[in-house]
């Protein structure tokens, strides 16, 4: 079992940043890809980035693709969402999730309890 805890979310201006870190407790996280979902209200929950296990490879969704870096270090078993050129429609719930390399939300079996960024216009 994987326990993961997701910080670093607040309210924040448009054009600004935000740095999002999930910390996987339990059980090291470096077989695992990890992933980056989001979910705004009323809407289902979206894929964001994902890294895979070694940190070989990353993949983002199109909306983010330029302003969001997801990275990683296996040593301190941290994942990190790094968010620039923020925009009022990356307001959401950000979660973390860990599990096999891919885009839907069923290919995670872990997930934290999220993380509530605002981006104000």
């Known amino acids: 079992q994987v326990q993961l805890v997701e910080s670093g979310g607040g309210l924040v201006q448009a054009g600004g940043s935000l740095r999002l870190s999930c910390a996987a407790l339990?059980?090291?996280?470096?077989?695992?890809?990890m992933a980056w979902f989001h979910q705004a209200p009323g809407k289902t929950r979206e894929f964001v980035a994902t890294i895979s296990a070694t940190g070989g490879s990353t993949y983002y969704a199109d909306s983010v693709k330029g302003r969001f870096t997801i990275s990683r270090d296996n040593a301190k078993n941290t994942v990190y969402l790094q968010m620039n050129n923020l925009k009022p429609e990356d307001t959401a719930v950000y979660y973390c999730?860990?599990?096999?390399?891919?885009?839907?939300?069923?290919?995670?079996?872990?997930w934290g309890q999220g993380t509530q960024v605002t981006v104000s216009s």
């Open positions: 339990g059980r090291t996280m470096n077989t695992y890809a």
């Open positions: 999730a860990a599990g096999k390399l891919g885009w839907g939300p069923y290919e995670y079996d872990f």
